[in-house]
């Protein structure tokens, strides 16, 4: 035996290693089910085509506003609290919600664009109700979130 190393020491670092191997499949599979959300970019509107990433990153990123030359879009945004929003632009444009709160900033300070409208809470009943006041708009949810009568422009998955 090791010097100093007794039973009565072994003792709490083998029940420590037996409870972290308990936890910790469980704290894992939790956290690959938040980083699984896919989301969709949907819309009530039926006319509004379906979009390319590229598309809805420039939309994302206020670098157009109209689809097919002619169709000027409204987006609104989730509330800077809610971890689907995180999450969203971290998917879609890889940047957090603070990175896109200066990048707002700045286009609005300039003059060359403003940012979505922002909703007071991320419950699909509000998102469906601007939508619904808001006939161009466009919205993000997870998947299943969505209405099966919405129409999905894009998903967009963790890693694409």
């Known amino acids: ?53 590229s598309k809805a990153r420039m939309l994302y990123k206020g670098r157009t506003k109209k689809l097919n030359g002619s169709i000027k879009i409204v987006l609104v945004d989730l509330p800077e609290k809610s971890i689907h929003r995180e999450e969203f632009y971290s998917m879609l444009l890889g940047k957090s919600v603070s990175q896109m709160n200066g990048y707002w900033a700045s286009l609005s300070f300039s003059g060359k664009g403003t940012p979505p409208e922002e909703l007071s809470s991320d419950d699909i009943k509000d998102i469906l109700e601007w939508l619904n006041d808001n006939p161009n708009g466009i919205a993000y949810a997870p998947v299943s979130a969505v209405p099966e009568n919405a129409n999905i422009l894009i998903t967009v998955l963790q890693g694409e």
């Open 1 to 53: 035996m090791i010097k100093g190393l007794t039973l009565k020491r072994l003792l709490p670092l083998s029940l420590l290693l037996s409870i972290t191997s308990i936890i910790m499949p469980a704290y894992a599979e939790d956290n690959q089910n938040i980083k699984d959300v896919e989301f969709a970019v949907f819309s009530l509107n039926n006319e509004i085509p379906a979009l390319t990433k």
